[in-house]
């Protein structure tokens, strides 16, 4: 079967379409035919090499899809079931047919088209864990540092849900876009802690870094208890600074509670360009360049 993934780790001149097997279904796995996968920045590291995955390999690690097979023992889905999840191990989602973790897998509802649900798993999903692992009381202020890329716009969304105040830090192209949900946009750049500092008089409670690096160790400046200072972005910079990572709950119950907020339209996934397989080079490249907005879909099987 078609696929599009990497030869060996290194820059994009490794990229390539490759021809698979399709994979046979496991303990807690299930074969889907992929209708539409969602583009990530680990897609990217992946390629690098940042997960210890030499190639070939197949990217991608969130599908949506019609269930074509179960694996041994695997309950609560059926041959043509729509569902969408994560992929074993993080990969092999950008191919026409992709396992899928069970217990990271749920049904998609008629009303989220595939497109909308196979975004959800990466940045929704982590978009909860992070905001249940700060456990604010409504009224804080949360910071969001990336707060127009593809986790921090569910992030912000969120947690205005959830009643807290949302400073988004952002590029000015994307001032509006946290502003229409609900943020109160901060340009980053030289002067970043002086503006938060403006945007939030009584402070900041707690702030979730989606960008790491120098714009990490800028914004950690505004966040007195640093036990209320995360980063997806950068796990070792953020233990230096005395924040953590988020723990994942790579579960079913996190992606029908996200699933059905898109559902009642609680929560919009963002889903701003929509490549088709053969653009997959396109997709990873608007990714790779750090600034896309929102969320980068690959349209597999009709
Ligand atoms: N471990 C996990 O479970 C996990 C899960 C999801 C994501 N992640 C990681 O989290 C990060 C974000 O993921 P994503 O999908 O949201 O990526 P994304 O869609 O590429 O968004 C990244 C955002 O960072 C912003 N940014 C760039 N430079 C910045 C700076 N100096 N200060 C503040 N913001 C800046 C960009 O905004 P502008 O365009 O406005 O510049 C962009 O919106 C990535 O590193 C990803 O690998 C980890």
């Given at each position: ?142 910071l969001v540092n990336g707060a127009?890329?593809?986790?921090g ?14 400073i988004g830090v952002a ?17 980053y750049?030289?002067?970043v ?14 702030a979730f870094d989606l960008a790491g690096?120098?714009a990490l160790?800028t914004i ?11 980063s997806?972005a ?69």
């Open positions: 079967m078609l696929a599009y993934g990497f030869r060996e780790n290194g820059g994009p001149e490794q990229q390539a379409f490759l021809d698979v097997p399709v994979p046979e279904p496991g303990r807690d796995e299930l074969l889907v035919r992929v209708r539409a996968a969602g583009v990530n920045p680990g897609d990217w590291r992946l390629r690098e090499g940042a997960y210890g995955i030499a190639g070939p390999a197949v990217l991608g690690r969130e599908v949506a899809g019609t269930v074509v097979a179960l694996g041994p023992g695997v309950t609560g889905f059926a041959a043509g079931d729509e569902v969408f999840g994560g992929c074993p191990g993080m990969v092999g989602g950008w191919a026409e047919q992709a396992l899928v973790t069970a217990s990271f897998c749920a049904h998609r509802p008629d009303a989220v088209a595939p497109e909308a649900a196979a975004a959800l798993p990466v940045a929704a999903g982590t978009a909860h864990d992070a905001l249940r692992q700060l456990g604010l009381a409504p009224g804080a202020t949360l127009g890329g593809g986790v716009i569910a992030v912000v969304q969120l947690a205005r849900r959830a009643g807290l105040e949302v590029g000015p192209r994307k001032h509006d876009l946290v502003r229409r949900f609900g943020g109160t946009p901060v340009a750049g030289e002067g802690v002086d503006r938060v500092r403006a945007a939030a008089p009584g402070g900041v409670d707690a690096g120098d160790r950690a400046e505004v966040v007195d208890d640093r036990s209320r200072l995360l997806v950068d796990r070792p910079l953020v233990a230096e600074l005395g924040g953590a990572g988020v723990d994942r709950d790579r579960s079913t119950a996190v992606l029908a509670e996200v699933v059905g907020l898109v559902e009642t339209g609680a929560l919009d996934p963002h889903v701003t360009r929509v490549h088709p397989l053969a653009e997959a080079a396109d997709a990873l490249a608007e990714v790779e360049s750090r600034h896309a907005e929102g969320k980068v879909v690959l349209a597999v099987v009709a």
